[in-house]
């Protein structure tokens, strides 16, 4: 081991544009063009339908949730707003706030009836165990009970402005928060039982007029939460004694959410949603961008997701176990609404233009492709302007790449126009474009760099260059979630596969001649288990110079036609390697081709097969980065050991990271290698830059112990960005 070891502490993380963790990466998958101006959404978890409520149409749109297609619209009457869902019955009822009715539609035959209620029907809730159903009649003062069965109705006689509708089915008492418009507000209480009521004056008023979320019950604790923009009050079910029990920590929350599984509470403010401990009356703020004023929560995976509807135009996911978020920029001008079903990990928000379908953060597994050229700017499009994004659509049936792929192992090609390229970074479109970079080309020389990338909305990726140049994008395969053809990867300690600079064999010498294909049994390795049945194998080639420069290097599978895609180029004759995950073929073997005469270095880090005891899924995160040492301790030679888990979250779970590294060497640097914490320093390297230029690659490490080593030949600043994990 070399003399000099280092352990760095990062000081400098980047997660989403400031410091935090990073969840495992939502996308929208589709749009849907319906109903104009969204003003409410409800979703049936037990049927996967989504009622999406529209006041220009006079309709309520039924979406599957299955195939996310609009199936049906059915006529609602004018102003309608929210609905509610009674699970058990299949019952969809919609309140129509100017013509003063409740539509009730049957969920399984879309029929229709209409209910007359009071003046102004603005908000409705259910009791699903007694099938009575309450409307809130804000200028009648009044609230509509609702047989289920019969549709017959019962008024009640309430307090001024009733805004809001809390039911507690396990006590059969139904909260009603007046608004009173004038003085402060008060909620009066129902017994679901008797009709008789109770008013309890509130010392404060209440935003009842923001939502439904405004006053919401914990059947649990039988506590009874109401909204003002300052803090949150407590009703005691039991006594009905009110307490302001916190204070939010800015003055603009107009939505709660609560986990009654958790016991937590949840508002979302500016800048912030605050988690409210209700055991400890604690509130702790979790840092979001833009202002939270839409919010929903799946109880089931503890998770919140909130609209920025009219400034930031945000939509951001926050896993309140892992203490992570993504953040997706909206492609619409306004949003209303936003649903979860917990049983589908999927979320819903309306607009003014239709409907936005985001998948929940899920495990992938690995689909192999035969390589395949996506992109070629050279002869499509021209090259891409510098300074600008571009987003490219993943889907081409050219490549295979099916609907539900969430991420895509690419190799990215950067061909310069004729300068220098100061940095390529690529993400999942429409999330905020992290600040990392993929690769980097400051002489002007060809390049490429393997790359793991989620998918973005509607299978897109962005990419932006510093400066305008041509791109290639080459996918040798995908991950989606599990299903019968996917596959679990494996990680290994780097080890040696090929070394063409030793003495002749099938994994040995001779080096490669020039415009001749060359196959490799590379399973005869020792570093591959013979129990494994790769299906792929997760690579880092190295093409070591063998008398001059070589336009490009491909490895594919052995037994296919040569695809046009490459591998890495090496127009500078310096030593240059490339992360490739190579599907396995005839054999298990894989074929390569050289444009000119190199010598061959080829290192495995793991491979893919088929699901069983000890594999792993792949689950992304947005880029962030975990060491920057222009930012700590300086440049480095030897050893040094970087912890993953100080610089970017990852769970306990995490058996392998995706990382990109990039050198920025101070003199010439022979080779570096990364591995695993606590082993003895493979005989492998990650990437090369003899030549001292600035150079990336991908590297796929397993984990020990959320540490990572890296040695450096010679001196080098490093910087060392996470896109996902391998984890069960």
């Known amino acids: 081991m070399p003399a000099l070891r280092r352990v760095v502490t990062v000081l400098f993380a980047l997660c989403l544009l400031f410091s935090t963790r990073c969840l495992t990466a939502q996308r929208i998958v589709a749009e849907i063009n319906g109903n104009y101006d969204t003003s409410g959404m409800a979703v049936n978890t037990v049927t996967n339908k989504i009622y999406v409520v529209s006041q220009i149409n006079n309709g309520m749109e039924v979406i599957d949730g299955a195939t996310n297609q609009i199936v049906a619209t059915v006529p609602i009457g004018n102003g309608g707003i929210r609905p509610t869902i009674n699970t058990v019955t299949n019952k969809i009822y919609v309140p129509n706030s100017e013509d003063n009715t409740v539509t009730v539609v049957d969920g399984a035959t879309l029929a229709t009836s209409t209910v007359n209620v009071g003046l102004a029907p603005n908000a409705i809730d259910v009791n699903t165990v007694t099938n009575k159903i309450y409307v809130a009649n804000a200028d009648s003062n009044n609230v509509t009970v609702i047989d289920g069965q019969t549709l017959a109705t019962t008024t009640i006689a309430v307090d001024e402005g009733p805004l809001a509708v809390a039911v507690n089915s396990t006590t059969n008492k139904i909260y009603i928060g007046n608004q009173r418009y004038v003085t402060n507000s008060s909620i009066t209480m129902i017994d679901g039982a008797t009709n008789h009521t109770t008013t309890v004056d509130l010392p404060f008023e209440a935003y009842f007029y923001s939502g439904p979320n405004s006053l919401i019950v914990n059947q649990s604790t039988n506590q009874i939460y109401a909204l003002n923009p300052i803090g949150v009050f407590d009703l005691d079910g039991g006594s009905n004694q009110v307490n302001l029990i916190a204070e939010w920590s800015n003055t603009c929350v107009e939505e709660m959410v609560l986990n009654p599984a958790t016991n937590h509470l949840y508002g979302g403010d500016c800048g912030s949603i605050d988690d409210l401990n209700l055991s400890t009356q604690q509130v702790n703020p979790i840092g979001t961008l833009g202002i939270n004023q839409f919010l929903t929560i799946d109880t089931v995976k503890n998770r919140i997701y909130t609209l920025d509807p009219y400034y930031t135009l945000y939509f951001t996911a926050v896993d309140l176990n892992a203490g992570g978020e993504t953040t997706i920029l909206t492609p619409v001008a306004s949003e209303n609404g936003i649903v979860a079903n917990s049983n589908t990990n999927t979320i819903y928000f309306g607009s003014y233009e239709g409907t936005s379908v985001v998948a929940g953060a899920t495990p992938m597994q690995f689909v192999p492709l035969t390589p395949c050229r996506v992109l070629d700017t050279r002869s499509s499009g021209g090259p891409l302007q510098g300074g600008i994004t571009t987003n490219v659509s993943m889907s081409p049936s050219r490549c295979n790449i099916p609907a ?223 060491l920057d040492t222009r930012q700590g301790d300086g440049a480095f030679q030897g050893e040094l050991t970087v912890d993953v888990q100080f610089g970017c979250y990852v769970p306990p779970a995490a058996q392998a990271f995706v990382f990109n590294a990039t050198a920025i060497p101070q003199a010439p640097l022979g080779y570096l290698t990364v591995w695993p914490d606590g082993l003895q320093q493979p005989e492998a390297s990650t990437l090369n830059a003899p030549d001292g230029a600035v150079t990336s690659n991908m590297a796929i490490v397993a984990n020990q112990n959320d540490k990572t080593d890296v040695y450096a030949s010679g001196l080098t600043q490093l910087l060392l960005d996470l896109s996902g994990y391998f984890a069960p």
């Open 404 to 626: 539900n792929a969430s991420a895509f192992s690419l190799n990215v090609t950067l061909v310069p126009t004729g300068g220098r390229v100061g940095y390529l970074t690529i993400w999942p479109t429409d999330q905020l474009q992290p600040m990392v970079s993929t690769m980097n080309s400051l002489d002007g020389r060809v390049k490429a760099d393997a790359a793991i990338v989620a998918a973005g909305t509607l299978n897109q990726v962005s990419i932006y260059v510093s400066d305008t140049t041509n791109v290639l994008l080459d996918i040798d395969g995908y991950f989606a979630p599990a299903a019968q053809e996917t596959l679990d990867f494996y990680p290994l300690t780097p080890c040696r596969v090929i070394d063409t600079r030793g003495s002749d064999g099938d994994l040995g010498g001779p080096y490669l001649s020039g415009g001749q294909q060359r196959n490799f049994p590379v399973t005869e390795s020792s570093c591959i288990p013979q129990s494994a049945n790769a299906q792929a194998y997760s690579f880092n080639v190295t093409a070591v110079p063998h008398g001059g420069p070589m336009s490009y290097l491909t490895v594919w599978p052995q037994g296919q036609t040569m695809p046009v895609v490459s591998t890495l180029n090496n127009y500078t004759a310096t030593t240059v390697a490339n992360a490739a995950i190579v599907p396995a073929g005839q054999d298990g073997g894989i074929s390569v081709y050289p444009s000119a005469s190199t010598d061959l270095v080829v290192d495995i880090n793991g491979y893919f097969a088929a699901p069983q005891s000890g594999g792993l899924s792949l689950y992304s995160v947005p880029p962030c980065r975990v």
